[in-house]
């Protein structure tokens, strides 16, 4: 009635974030109604939830992109090192030659150099290629071919020619150098057996699961998630889509495990690159020859860094940065909130719901905002935060190693400049040659990379 008095006003809706989407069997998108209970709050009041759907996380496929396969790679990085081995000799070994009164002839102090010193470093060198060919040299014929039988025969003699070149060089050297010279050359071994024990195959590791999941679990999970449990640079672990979130935890603690192994791999590898190419050779120099000291140790630090980027490069194609980054987008990330956040709705976390982002969490007497798309990661756990900080980007690691790789040219470059002896333009001109060759493939690699992942953002 007009002019008359208006009852009481309707109350005003409640608007909340949406609830957390709990997992429904494994499917890619679910759609759940939760209604109020103990695990939604908004101060001390209960809060009833709504009608929402999951968007399923939408994976971009990546092209196949040249690798180099085993062989080719081991011979590869051995031309690079008995490059790298020679440059490091001329550094050490060089004459004046070409004064008048110089009592070199030769570019090099030959009668210097332990021969059986080089010929013991080019055989440790041959370590990888040796055993890859050993490997995969006609090893797919089957047991009657009489090439099988012949290619076993070669490798044995191969094998036994190498120990005996091994034990040859080591008896002449015990003979005319210190004990402690040759304590030098078994640091490596040491070093060896510390971190894999007496097995000859160190790319073969047996993943152990996360500490956060037991053996039943992984036992359930088995047939959805198959966990790599042999470490391999040509056989890839991959992911496998899914909404359970202990599947995901599982899947995620397996690769941080098989990322682990391999990271070890190659610091490993590029530790003895550069010890017995740079460092051995410079302890066993004469106390009366002098040599640029600064120099030679710069160099152990070149082929250092250039053997851990081909190992990187090798050991982490793209294929499995990718295999990463899908599994970092489901494991998703928590961020923990200190204050601020008193009247938005909050809820207490549970390990077996998949959260979507923006959701704020109570766990273990702190809050957590999600930050993925999917967060089913604990929020506490730092293993979880550091596996998304690493592989949320797909691109991260590929754009470190062209940082690296950038910065080593630009400085080698600075030195060329600058240089002035015979044998530093002679080694940094090789050694930008080849890291001319190892850039040329990871911005080829960066650039296709690129292309693929902008259209998936566009999209």
């Keep these: 009635m007009p002019g008359g008095r208006r009852g009481p006003g309707r109350p005003p809706i409640s608007r909340t974030v949406p609830p957390p989407v709990q997992n429904l069997g494994g499917s890619q998108s679910a759609t759940l109604r939760q209604r109020s209970g103990p695990n939604m709050v908004i101060g001390n009041a209960p809060v009833t939830t709504t009608l929402i759907t999951i968007t399923p996380i939408k994976h971009q496929q990546i092209p196949d992109l040249p690798t180099d396969n085993n062989l080719f790679f081991e011979v590869t990085v051995f ?75 070669f490798k044995c003699t191969v094998i036994m020619m190498l120990l005996a070149t091994l034990i040859w060089t080591l008896v002449n050297m015990f003979f005319n150098n210190s004990v402690l010279n040759l304590l030098f050359l078994a640091y490596p071994l040491v070093s060896y057996f510390l971190l894999y024990g007496s097995t000859l195959e160190p790319n073969k590791i047996i993943s152990q699961s996360s500490s956060n999941s037991d053996s039943k679990q992984t036992k359930e999970e088995g047939q959805q998630i198959k966990p790599l449990k042999e470490l391999s640079d040509v056989v890839l672990p991959y992911h496998k889509c899914t909404l359970s979130p202990d599947s995901i935890r599982i899947e995620a603690d397996y690769l941080r495990c098989d990322f682990n192994a391999r990271i070890k791999q190659i610091l490993f590898n590029s530790m003895v690159c550069a010890y017995y190419v740079g460092f051995v050779p410079v302890c066993f120099v004469q106390n009366t020859l002098y040599f640029d000291v600064w120099w030679s140790c710069q160099h152990i630090g070149f082929v250092w860094l250039n053997s851990f980027v081909m190992f990187t490069a090798h050991f982490m194609p793209s294929k499995y940065c990718d295999v990463l980054h899908r599994c970092a987008l489901h494991l998703g990330k928590w961020q923990k909130i200190d204050h601020g956040y008193s009247n938005t709705p909050q809820h207490v976390w549970s390990d077996m719901t998949v959260w979507p982002q923006g959701v704020l969490v109570r766990y273990n007497k702190g809050l957590y905002k999600a930050m993925g798309p999917q967060n089913v990661a604990y929020p506490a756990d730092s293993s979880h935060a550091r596996f998304y900080f690493m592989f949320h980007k797909p691109l991260r690691l590929l754009n470190w190693l062209i940082v690296l790789q950038f910065l080593l040219i630009f400085y080698q470059l600075y030195l060329l400049l600058r240089s002035t002896f015979w044998n530093h333009i002679i080694t940094l001109s090789l050694m930008l040659f080849s890291n001319y060759y190892i850039i040329f493939k990871l911005l080829r690699d960066r650039f296709v990379l690129s292309r693929v992942y902008s259209c998936k953002e566009e999209k």
């Design 79 to 153: 031309i690079y090192l008995v490059m790298a081995l020679f440059l490091q000799y001329i550094n050490i070994y060089r004459t004046v030659w070409w004064l008048p009164h110089s009592p070199a002839n030769t570019a090099l102090n030959f009668y210097l150099i332990d021969l059986h010193l080089v010929v013991f470093i080019v055989v440790i060198l041959t370590r990888r290629l040796v055993w890859k060919m050993v490997r995969e040299f006609y090893s797919s014929l089957e047991v009657k071919a009489v090439m099988f039988w012949v290619a076993q025969v």
